[in-house]
């Protein structure tokens, strides 16, 4: 079985074009490798094996976006299952009773897979809410698997959970953790430049002006070289610039990001979120003015359905993008409109029963007929 949530959070054009039965390696320019073999995933370069099998290959592990694998050992195969049913308890009992039987020696012919579900818990932590177990996975992936390309993934996983959780001393402590690790493992620039991203995104004595300052540093760092370090920065400039009731100059930003995707699905999940933001605010002020707003919210609800279906596993946004989809929806004013807001609504608070869109959906969704 195909590792299925991977390939949801792909880039839709990534997904139509998947008809490779081996393993895939996406980059971060916005290319692929097909039809290859994983042998490894190091700290500092990604090995593979070509289709003939007689060759062997490597790529810099700051070179990669994601990788799909086709094959994996039964037990991961079930908890991918699992994870696409969201079945995540499931999914951690699978990952879980792989490790306890392979940690130590890996399968031989998948020496990857150790490491891959140390992160693939992390990962399910994540989709959970699961904040605290995020912190502790991330963990066993630094103290067992540091030598793996996940290692850097654990720092950033760990790094975004800490903040999420408002713990603001161990967030910093993580932050310069990350920062020691890529100079005392000499990494390439990318990592570099995650890690002074880190460092202006969660400093709380950056505001306004002086934040997006300092992201636009990052972003001239970047270049062309780093596009995945520079759209997470533009989307922060974007969602700066909406905190200070500028939709105006934050959709030129987030155009920018969706208009050349090479980014993670966090990021995008936070382009699309904050584009939707920027056209559902248009919609509103043309509705008090007494102008026609059909076709404005009509665009919102697509920014924001893209979440809902592509990015569903990013919870930092998805929650609220399901929310403000049926807001647009319902607006719409149609039968079919009304209906579809109901399906979002009601999906919203199955998914997401504790959060404050939930909640808000729950008394909007009181209005429909």
Same mark, same amino acid.
């Given at each position: =079985?195909?590792?299925?949530?991977?390939? *949801?959070?792909? /880039?839709?054009?990534?997904?139509?074009?998947?008809? %490779?039965?081996?393993?895939?390696?996406?980059?971060?320019?916005?290319?692929?490798?097909?039809?290859?073999?994983?042998? *490894?995933?190091?700290?500092?370069?990604?090995?593979? &094996?070509?289709?003939?099998?007689?060759?062997?290959?490597?790529?810099? #592990?700051?070179?990669?976006?994601?990788?799909?694998?086709?094959?994996?050992?039964?037990?991961?195969? %079930?908890?991918?299952?699992?994870?696409?049913?969201?079945? =995540?308890?499931?999914?951690?009992?699978?990952?879980?009773?792989?490790? %306890?039987?392979?940690?130590?020696?890996?399968?031989?012919?998948?020496?990857?897979?150790? /490491?891959?579900?140390?992160?693939?818990?992390?990962?399910?932590?994540?989709?959970?809410?699961?904040?605290?177990?995020?912190?502790?996975? +991330?963990?066993?992936?630094?103290?067992? +698997?540091?030598? #793996?390309?996940?290692?850097?993934?654990?720092?950033?996983? $760990?790094?975004?959970?800490?903040?999420?959780?408002?713990?603001?001393?161990?967030?910093?402590?993580?932050?310069?953790?990350? %920062?020691?690790?890529?100079?005392?493992?000499?990494?390439?620039?990318?990592?570099?430049?995650?890690?002074?991203?880190?460092?202006?995104?969660?400093?709380?004595?950056?505001?306004?002006?002086?934040?997006?300052?300092?992201?636009?540093?990052?972003?001239? +760092?970047?270049? $062309?070289?780093?596009?995945?370090?520079?759209?997470?920065?533009?989307?922060?400039? @974007?969602? *700066?610039?909406?905190?200070?009731?500028?939709?105006?100059?934050?959709?030129?930003?987030?155009?920018?990001?969706?208009?050349?995707?090479?980014?993670?699905?966090?990021?995008?999940?936070?382009?699309?979120?904050?584009?939707?933001?920027?056209?559902?605010?248009?919609?509103?002020?043309?509705?008090?003015?007494?102008?026609?707003?059909?076709?404005?919210?009509?665009?919102?609800?697509?920014?924001? =359905?893209?979440?809902?279906?592509?990015?569903?596993?990013?919870?930092?946004?998805?929650?609220?993008?399901?929310?403000?989809?049926?807001? *647009?929806?319902?607006? =719409? @004013? #149609?039968?079919?409109?009304?209906?579809?807001?109901?399906?979002?609504?009601?999906?919203?608070?199955?998914?997401?029963?504790? #959060?404050?869109?939930? &909640?808000?959906?729950?008394?909007?969704?009181?209005?429909?007929?």
């Amino acid at each position: =079985m195909r590792n299925l949530r991977l390939l *949801s959070l792909l /880039p839709l054009s990534l997904i139509l074009a998947s008809t %490779s039965l081996a393993d895939r390696i996406f980059t971060t320019d916005g290319a692929t490798i097909d039809d290859v073999t994983i042998v *490894s995933e190091g700290l500092d370069e990604v090995e593979y &094996k070509t289709s003939s099998g007689k060759s062997k290959k490597t790529i810099g #592990s700051h070179e990669v976006l994601s990788i799909v694998f086709e094959k994996m050992p039964p037990q991961l195969d %079930s908890a991918e299952a699992a994870i696409a049913d969201e079945l =995540m308890l499931d999914a951690v009992n699978d990952l879980e009773e792989f490790l %306890s039987r392979f940690a130590d020696k890996p399968p031989r012919t998948y020496p990857w897979a150790v /490491p891959y579900a140390m992160f693939r818990l992390v990962q399910v932590y994540q989709i959970a809410g699961d904040y605290p177990s995020v912190v502790t996975a +991330a963990d066993r992936v630094l103290a067992s +698997a540091a030598d #793996s390309r996940y290692a850097i993934l654990a720092h950033l996983s $760990k790094i975004e959970a800490l903040n999420l959780m408002g713990d603001a001393g161990q967030l910093k402590a993580a932050v310069d953790a990350f %920062s020691a690790f890529v100079a005392e493992k000499s990494l390439p620039a990318r990592w570099r430049l995650e890690a002074e991203l880190r460092g202006v995104l969660f400093d709380p004595a950056l505001k306004g002006s002086k934040r997006r300052d300092k992201l636009n540093d990052v972003v001239a +760092a970047a270049g $062309k070289d780093a596009p995945v370090v520079k759209n997470r920065a533009l989307v922060a400039i @974007g969602e *700066s610039f909406l905190n200070e009731r500028n939709p105006g100059e934050a959709e030129k930003v987030f155009e920018k990001v969706v208009a050349d995707p090479k980014a993670d699905d966090f990021t995008l999940a936070g382009a699309y979120t904050g584009l939707g933001d920027c056209l559902y605010q248009r919609a509103e002020k043309k509705k008090a003015e007494g102008e026609d707003t059909i076709e404005d919210f009509k665009s919102a609800a697509l920014a924001y =359905m893209r979440v809902v279906v592509v990015y569903g596993d990013e919870i930092q946004y998805a929650p609220k993008a399901m929310f403000y989809a049926g807001r *647009s929806f319902q607006e =719409m @004013g #149609s039968d079919e409109d009304e209906r579809r807001a109901q399906q979002i609504y009601n999906k919203l608070i199955r998914n997401f029963p504790n #959060s404050k869109s939930a &909640k808000e959906a729950k008394s909007f969704r009181r209005r429909l007929n």
